[in-house]
Nanobody
Framework: QVQLVESGGGLVQAGGSLRLSCVAS??????MGWFRQAPGKERGFVAT????????YYTNSVKGRFTISRDNAKNTVYLQMNSLKPEDTAVYYC?????????????????WGQGTQVTVSS
């Protein structure tokens, strides 16, 4: 059974940092990534990373502040979030998929975690 489990969310003040983790079990994924959904908004892409870790993509609003990485030995993907802003408040979801292209297309065929809440106070 394929399962992705996120952790690391919480409440932080603006300017602070959090690191999200997502452990996958049941299979390995060529691409992994993160999406987020704020209240009243659609779920949107945040970042993705390929198998080797050498290819990454970010949505413009997090470039320079967030860093995605993965540890294939642990089948885990991370999202280091620095200089957090109140507008980063959302539920963050981990995804595993066949390719970066699939993730960037919305990950409709991918495997998803249950989400972890990130709240940034002003």
């Amino acid at each position: 059974q394929v399962q992705l489990v996120e952790s690391g969310g919480g409440l932080v003040q603006a300017g602070g940092s959090l690191r999200l983790s997502c452990v996958a079990s049941g299979r390995t994924f060529n691409a992994m990534g993160w999406f987020r959904q704020a209240p009243g908004k659609e779920r949107g892409f945040v970042a993705t990373i390929g198998m080797s870790g050498g290819t990454t993509y970010y949505t413009n609003s997090v470039k320079g502040r967030f860093t995605i990485s993965r540890d294939n030995a642990k089948n885990t993907v991370y999202l280091q979030m620095n200089s957090l802003k109140p507008e980063d408040t959302a539920v963050y979801y981990c995804i595993g998929d066949k390719s970066i292209r699939e993730v960037l297309s919305g990950g409709l065929g991918g495997s998803w975690g249950q989400g972890t809440q990130v709240t940034v106070s002003s």
